[in-house]
C-alpha cells in the first residue's frame, strides 16, 4: 500500500507529463492531442493550467499565423514580434494582436515606441516586400513578416541594426493522413562601418504521416551568407536572391536525401534487412549438415535414449541448433507430418 501511494504522480508531475505531450505534438495537432490529454488527467483544473502553459510555447516554435480581426492581415507568432506575454507586433500593418493562445486574437494599433525609426523601417519595408514575393511564389500557404531586431532606433547612417526576416508555411491534411510545416527564420545584421551585410538562416522542415502508422520528419539547417551594404531597395533585392538560393538548395538536398535512403533501404532489403531477420549462423560459421546427422552423437544418443527415429531427433536438436529447414520429413512417429523451412543464408 506504501508503495503505491509513493508511485503515485503529483499535480506539478501530471501537469509536466501533460506539457510535455502537448509540447511534442506534430504539427498542426495540438488540439488532437489537448483531447487525448484531457481525457487522459480526467482533471479539468490540471488540464487548463496545462494547455496555459503549453499553448503559448507551443505557437511560438510553431511560428503560427492568426488572422486579425477586420480582414488587416495576418500576425505570426513568433518570439522576434513578441511584445508582451500575449502582444505580438505585425510591422507590415503597424498593428499589435492581443492574443488568446487557445482561441483568437484582438487588435489593437501599435505604438510609436514599438515601431523603428524611419531609417531603419525604410529598409525593413523594402525587404518586407521583396520577401513576401518570393514567399507569395514559393509557398502557397506561406506567410512572412520581417521584424527590427536590434537598433531599432537607429536614426540614420552610422550605426548597426538587425532585421529578421521569418517565414512560415505549413499545410495540413489530417483527413489524408498527413500534416507538414516550414520554417525559417533570417537573421541580416547591417553593419554600417564594415558596408556589409551578414546573413544567418536557421531552417526547419516538420512532417507527419499517420495512416496506419507513424512517421515523422523533423530536419534542422543552418547556412551563412554575406553581401555588401547598399541602398534599401538593392539590399533588399540581395537579400531576397540570397535566401531564395539557400533554401532551393536545402529543399532539393532533402529531395535527394530521401531519394538516396529510398534506393538504399530496397537494395539493402535482402542483404540487411530480411538477413537480420533471421538466426546466424552458429558459431563455427558453417551450415549444420543436416544430411549426415549421425556424425553427431548428440542424434546417436537422443536416437538410442528416446528410441526414437532419426528425423525426431533432427527435429530436436534443430531447436538447439536454431537452423531451419526447407524440406518435409515424413516419419510415422510424427502426425502426420513436419514442415520446416530452411535458411540457405
Same mark, same amino acid.
Given at each position: 500500500?506504501?508503495?503505491?501511494?509513493?508511485?503515485?504522480?503529483?499535480?506539478?508531475?501530471?501537469?509536466?507529463?501533460?506539457?510535455?505531450?502537448?509540447?511534442?505534438?506534430?504539427?498542426?495537432?495540438?488540439?488532437?492531442?489537448?483531447?487525448?490529454? @484531457?481525457?487522459?488527467?480526467?482533471?479539468?483544473? %490540471?488540464?487548463?493550467?496545462? %494547455?496555459?502553459?503549453?499553448?503559448?510555447?507551443?505557437?511560438?516554435?510553431? &511560428?503560427?499565423?492568426?488572422? &486579425?480581426?477586420?480582414?488587416?492581415?495576418?500576425?505570426?507568432?513568433?518570439?522576434?514580434?513578441?511584445?508582451?506575454?500575449?502582444?505580438?507586433?505585425?510591422?507590415?500593418?503597424?498593428?499589435?494582436?492581443?492574443?488568446?493562445?487557445?482561441?483568437?486574437?484582438?487588435?489593437?494599433?501599435?505604438?510609436?515606441?514599438?515601431?523603428?525609426? !524611419?531609417?531603419?523601417?525604410?529598409?525593413?519595408?523594402?525587404?518586407?516586400?521583396?520577401?513576401?514575393?518570393?514567399?507569395?511564389?514559393?509557398?502557397?500557404?506561406?506567410?512572412?513578416?520581417?521584424?527590427?531586431?536590434?537598433?531599432?532606433?537607429?536614426?540614420?547612417?552610422?550605426?548597426?541594426?538587425?532585421?529578421?526576416?521569418?517565414?512560415? !508555411?505549413?499545410?495540413?491534411?489530417?483527413?489524408?493522413?498527413?500534416?507538414?510545416?516550414?520554417?525559417?527564420?533570417?537573421?541580416?545584421?547591417?553593419?554600417?562601418?564594415?558596408?556589409? %551585410?551578414?546573413? @544567418?538562416?536557421?531552417?526547419?522542415?516538420?512532417?507527419?504521416?499517420?495512416?496506419?502508422?507513424?512517421?515523422?520528419?523533423?530536419?534542422?539547417?543552418?547556412?551563412?551568407?554575406?553581401?555588401?551594404?547598399?541602398?534599401?531597395?538593392?539590399?533588399?533585392?540581395?537579400?531576397?536572391?540570397?535566401?531564395?538560393?539557400?533554401?532551393?538548395?536545402?529543399?532539393?538536398?532533402?529531395?535527394?536525401?530521401?531519394?538516396?535512403?529510398?534506393?538504399?533501404?530496397?537494395?539493402?532489403?535482402?542483404?540487411?534487412?530480411? @538477413?537480420?531477420?533471421?538466426?546466424? %549462423?552458429?558459431?563455427?560459421?558453417?551450415?549444420?549438415?543436416?544430411?549426415?546427422?549421425?556424425?553427431?552423437?548428440?542424434?546417436?544418443?537422443?536416437?538410442?535414449?528416446?528410441?526414437?527415429?532419426?528425423?525426431?531427433?533432427?527435429?530436436?536438436? &534443430?531447436?538447439?541448433?536454431?537452423?531451419?529447414?526447407?524440406?518435409?520429413?515424413?516419419?510415422?512417429?510424427?502426425?502426420?507430418?513436419?514442415?520446416?523451412?530452411?535458411?540457405?543464408?
Amino acid at each position: 500500500m506504501a508503495d503505491e501511494e509513493d508511485s503515485e504522480l503529483n499535480e506539478k508531475q501530471k501537469i509536466d507529463i501533460a506539457k510535455w505531450f502537448l509540447l511534442n505534438s506534430p504539427p498542426g495537432e495540438i488540439q488532437f492531442v489537448a483531447e487525448d490529454v @484531457k481525457a487522459v488527467l480526467n482533471d479539468d483544473v %490540471l488540464y487548463e493550467e496545462a %494547455l496555459s502553459e503549453a499553448f503559448p510555447l507551443y505557437n511560438k516554435s510553431q &511560428m503560427i499565423s492568426l488572422e &486579425m480581426p477586420g480582414g488587416i492581415g495576418d500576425v505570426l507568432v513568433t518570439s522576434y514580434g513578441e511584445l508582451g506575454g500575449t502582444e505580438y507586433l505585425d510591422p507590415r500593418t503597424a498593428h499589435v494582436a492581443v492574443v488568446d493562445h487557445i482561441k483568437q486574437a484582438n487588435v489593437r494599433p501599435a505604438l510609436d515606441e514599438e515601431l523603428p525609426s !524611419a531609417y531603419v523601417e525604410e529598409f525593413r519595408c523594402a525587404l518586407d516586400g521583396e520577401i513576401l514575393r518570393y514567399v507569395v511564389e514559393a509557398y502557397p500557404k506561406g506567410v512572412c513578416s520581417v521584424y527590427c531586431g536590434n537598433g531599432k532606433d537607429v536614426e540614420g547612417p552610422g550605426s548597426d541594426f538587425e532585421l529578421v526576416v521569418v517565414i512560415s !508555411a505549413a499545410r495540413y491534411s489530417p483527413q489524408n493522413f498527413c500534416n507538414g510545416s516550414w520554417h525559417s527564420v533570417w537573421s541580416i545584421e547591417f553593419k554600417d562601418e564594415m558596408q556589409v %551585410l551578414e546573413l @544567418k538562416g536557421k531552417l526547419q522542415v516538420g512532417a507527419h504521416y499517420f495512416e496506419e502508422g507513424n512517421v515523422q520528419l523533423d530536419a534542422n539547417h543552418e547556412c551563412k551568407d554575406s553581401t555588401i551594404f547598399q541602398s534599401s531597395e538593392d539590399s533588399a533585392i540581395t537579400i531576397g536572391n540570397i535566401i531564395r538560393q539557400h533554401e532551393a538548395e536545402y529543399l532539393a538536398s532533402l529531395e535527394v536525401q530521401h531519394l538516396l535512403i529510398s534506393q538504399a533501404s530496397y537494395s539493402n532489403l535482402p542483404d540487411t534487412t530480411f @538477413k537480420d531477420l533471421r538466426r546466424k %549462423l552458429p558459431v563455427t560459421r558453417t551450415l549444420f549438415p543436416w544430411h549426415s546427422t549421425l556424425q553427431f552423437s548428440l542424434t546417436r544418443d537422443i536416437t538410442k535414449e528416446l528410441g526414437i527415429g532419426k528425423v525426431v531427433a533432427d527435429f530436436l536438436l &534443430m531447436q538447439d541448433v536454431g537452423e531451419f529447414v526447407n524440406y518435409m520429413y515424413f516419419d510415422e512417429r510424427l502426425a502426420p507430418c513436419v514442415i520446416l523451412s530452411r535458411d540457405f543464408n
